[in-house]
């Protein structure tokens, strides 16, 4: 679904010159939930903008779901984003005047995708998160875990192959951020792919394979053990 070969960003002001990311290569399959973990300034958020498109690498290749993206015009690669991706951030970054279901719809506005349903679908992705009693809320009425729902919900609404999530539990107290991942081990059990970037090892041995980045550069991958029969919602295993 993502392969990477031998990213490079570096940042540039005047004379100063940051290497941020040093040539990074991974590749991740399909309903695959990979953890990127690393300790904060080595790259992670950097990693994953490139990832979602949201900035460009100086070097190397990325392919998403088999089209080679690393040359492509802003078009495409919006295309491309509006339809394959999806994002979760540690601040949820909702429309603060906006309510929860109609934050929800705003990438369909976006997308120029309005077809009619909008309310419907928001529905649906609000249910997929387990939120539906408070529709109407604005972001400020609503608890933090209940606010990464809707951000969710808005990342699901397009129906995206990729969820892309950057410290997504970082601002939740423990029992949010546990919850918070049933609901994405849901997602990667219904087939889509998830690469979540995390500091924290606790949330890392949440994933299926944890990709370690150090100043730039993955030093290690390690396959996370399987957890004892009960303590993990795919016991029967995921796609
Ligand atoms: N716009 C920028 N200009 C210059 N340097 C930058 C810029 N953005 C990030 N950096 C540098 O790149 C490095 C990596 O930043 P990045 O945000 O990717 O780290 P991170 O792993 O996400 O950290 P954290 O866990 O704190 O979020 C840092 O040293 C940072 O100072
Ligand atoms: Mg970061």
Do not use: C
Not at 85 to 111: C, D, I, K, M
Not at 191 to 200: E, I, N, P, Q, S
């Amino acid at each position: 679904m993502i392969e990477v070969d031998g990213l490079t960003r570096l940042y540039r002001r005047g004379t100063l010159e940051t290497q941020v990311l040093k040539g990074v290569s991974f590749r991740v399959r399909r309903g695959e939930f990979v953890v990127i973990m690393g300790r904060s300034g080595s790259g992670k958020s950097t990693l994953l903008n490139i990832l979602g498109l949201l900035d460009r690498p100086d070097g190397g290749r990325y392919l998403l779901d088999g089209a080679d993206l690393s040359g492509a015009d802003d078009d495409a690669r919006s295309a491309a984003r509006n339809r394959k991706l999806g994002f979760v951030f540690q601040q949820f970054h909702l429309l603060e005047r906006a309510s929860a279901l109609r934050n929800v719809t705003l990438p369909l506005l976006y997308a120029e995708q309005d077809s009619g349903d909008s309310t419907e679908r928001a529905e649906r992705a609000l249910q997929a998160v387990g939120l539906t009693h408070r529709p109407r809320h604005l972001p400020s009425e609503l608890s933090g875990g209940e606010q990464q729902r809707v951000a969710i919900a808005r990342a699901l609404i397009n129906d995206p192959a990729v969820i892309l999530a950057d410290e997504p539990t970082g601002n939740l107290d423990a029992q949010n951020g546990r919850e918070i991942l049933e609901i994405f081990r849901h997602l990667v059990d219904g087939g889509r792919t998830l690469v979540l970037v995390t500091h924290d090892r606790a949330v890392a041995e949440r994933g299926d394979r944890v990709l370690v980045l150090d100043d730039g550069r993955i030093v290690g991958e390690e396959a996370v053990p399987t957890p004892a029969a009960g303590t993990r919602s795919d016991a029967a295993g995921a796609v």
